[in-house]
């Protein structure tokens, strides 16, 4: 996983003089049926979101409005920071990967599509213990 930019999501934009429309769609324009949807906004830029890993829950994140970023780690040392800050683009986070989201602007909505329905007990909140599970299935 050393390579974070397979991560990165173009979506098409329609639209002509009435606005713009982004169209996103589960197994078509993402690589997973959506179960569940939820939006962060209201956070201000001193404030880190997430702070976890997920055993079976992959996302994509759009930041619909203003401007968010997300580091991304792999356990291994790897890590990335993702500026969203259009409409029309997103990251794609699979399974097993620790995500901060932080530095929201002011306006920012931060919308997050998820894989699964929430199931508290697959989200790892312990970095240390992340690593250690990665570590461990890296041996098997």
């Given at each position: 996983?050393?390579?974070?930019?397979?991560?990165?999501?173009?979506?098409?934009?329609?639209?002509?003089?009435?606005?713009?429309?982004?169209?996103?769609?589960?197994?078509?324009?993402?690589?997973?049926?959506?179960?569940?949807?939820?939006?962060?906004y209201g956070s201000s830029p001193t404030v880190i979101r997430g702070q976890h890993a997920n055993r079976?829950?992959?996302?994509?994140?759009?930041?619909?409005?203003?401007?968010?970023?997300?580091?991304?780690?792999?356990?291994k040392g790897n890590e990335t920071v993702f500026v969203l800050n259009r409409p029309h683009t997103g990251i794609?986070?699979?399974?097993?990967v620790w995500k901060d989201m932080y530095d929201f602007s002011v306006d920012s909505v931060l919308l997050c599509l998820a894989s699964e329905h929430y199931d508290a007990a697959e989200y790892i909140r312990d970095y240390q213990e992340f690593?250690?599970?990665?570590?461990?299935?890296?041996e098997i």
């Open positions: 996983m050393e390579n974070f930019e397979g991560y990165k999501l173009d979506f098409e934009q329609k639209g002509d003089t009435r606005g713009h429309l982004v169209v996103v769609e589960g197994m078509k324009d993402i690589p997973f049926d959506i179960k569940r949807i939820f939006y962060i079976k829950t992959e996302f994509v994140l759009i930041n619909v409005s203003g401007q968010s970023k997300v580091r991304v780690k792999d356990g794609y986070l699979p399974k097993m690593v250690k599970i990665v570590a461990q299935q890296q």
